[in-house]
C-alpha cells in the first residue's frame, strides 16, 4: 500500500505531457475566439470556490498557462491537500488575454477534477476517523489520468492502493480458477514474483480459510456482511503472523463507519475515483491594460 499525502508523488506524473494532451484536444488549429481580443490585450483573473472542499491540481493548473505563455504569473492563496472554504481566492491569474482565454477551461478542468478526486477522499477518511482503518482507493480511474487521481487520493488524505497491473498481485476468482486453487494461485505468485506483494480477493469464511492456511500479505473481504467481517477479523487474529484486512463491496458514506468498527485494517472504495463529482470553481477576469 502506498503512503498518505505527499505533494513528491506528483513528481513521478508527467504533468507536462497530460496537459499538452488536453490543450491539443481542446484547441485543436487554434482558439478563433480568444483571436477576437487583441494581441497586447492583458487580463487579470481570479478563481473562487463556491463550495468547501480540499484542493488539488495546482501544478496541471500553473502547466497550462505555462505551455500557453511562460509570461503568464499564477499567484496561489492555497496549496494541494488543503482545506478551501466556500467564496475563498484560490489564485490569480495575470498576463496576455489571450492565452489565459484559451487556457482557461483546460486549467479549470484539471483542478476541479482532482480537487473533487481529493474532496471525496476525505469525506471517507473523515467517516473512520479515530478507527485505526485507513482508506484505501482503486484502479477505477479516468483513463491518462491514473497517477494523477491517485495523487488527489493522497491529497484527500487517503492511501493509494496498487498503482497498476505492475506493483501487486492481487488474485482474484478468474485468477484462482485459471490456477487451479487459492494455494496454487499464491504458490505461483510468489515464486513468479518474489518480492512483491500479494493480496488475495476471498468471497466467504470458507475461502478466508483456505487462504489463512498460506496467508499472504493482505486478504480482501469482497460484500462480507459485517457478521462476517467480525468473525474474518477475530480469525485471522489467531494467526501468529496476521494478515492485513482489507473490506471491500458496497461501501457508502453511510455504510463506511460500521465497516471500519469491525477491525479491518483497510476499506477500498472504488467511488472515491469512479463516481466522480468536479468541485465548482469559477474564473473572473477583468483588464490591466
Request: neutral net charge.
Amino acid at each position: 500500500m502506498h503512503g498518505r499525502r505527499d505533494p513528491r508523488f506528483a513528481v513521478l506524473i508527467d504533468i507536462d505531457a497530460q496537459v499538452a494532451a488536453a490543450l491539443r484536444e481542446d484547441v485543436g488549429g487554434g482558439d478563433v475566439t480568444a483571436a477576437l481580443v487583441p494581441p497586447d490585450e492583458r487580463v487579470e483573473a481570479r478563481v473562487v470556490t463556491r463550495e468547501d472542499a480540499v484542493l488539488c491540481g495546482t501544478a496541471w493548473f500553473d502547466a497550462v498557462f505555462r505551455a500557453l505563455d511562460p509570461g503568464i504569473r499564477v499567484s496561489w492563496s492555497a496549496e494541494d491537500g488543503g482545506r478551501i472554504m466556500r467564496g475563498a481566492e484560490l489564485c490569480r491569474v495575470e498576463g496576455r488575454a489571450r492565452p489565459i482565454l484559451t487556457g482557461e477551461r483546460t486549467a479549470l478542468n484539471f483542478l476541479q477534477t482532482l480537487s473533487g478526486t481529493a474532496t471525496a477522499a476525505r469525506r471517507y477518511v473523515d467517516a473512520v476517523e479515530g478507527t485505526g482503518c485507513r482508506i484505501l482507493d482503486t484502479r477505477k480511474t479516468l483513463p491518462g489520468l491514473r497517477l494523477a487521481q491517485k495523487y488527489a487520493v493522497r491529497c484527500g488524505g487517503a492511501q493509494n492502493h496498487r498503482l497498476g497491473l505492475h506493483d501487486m498481485v492481487l488474485i482474484k476468482e478468474n485468477h484462482i480458477a485459471a490456477a487451479g486453487s487459492i494455494r496454487a494461485a499464491i504458490t505461483a505468485a510468489r515464486t513468479l514474483s518474489p518480492g512483491v506483494p500479494v493480496e488475495v480477493e476471498v468471497e466467504n469464511l470458507g475461502e478466508l480459510e483456505e487462504t489463512l492456511t498460506m496467508p499472504p500479505d493482505v486478504i480482501m473481504l469482497d460484500e462480507f456482511s459485517l457478521a462476517d467481517l467480525r468473525a474474518a477479523v477475530a480469525r485471522n487474529r489467531t494467526l501468529g503472523r496476521p494478515a492485513k484486512l482489507e473490506a471491500s463491496g458496497s461501501v457508502s458514506l453511510e455504510t463506511i463507519r460500521a465497516i471500519a468498527e469491525t477491525g479491518v485494517d483497510y476499506i477500498s472504495v472504488g467511488a472515491i475515483t469512479k463516481h466522480l463529482r468536479a468541485l465548482d470553481l469559477s474564473m473572473r477576469m477583468t483588464t490591466s491594460s
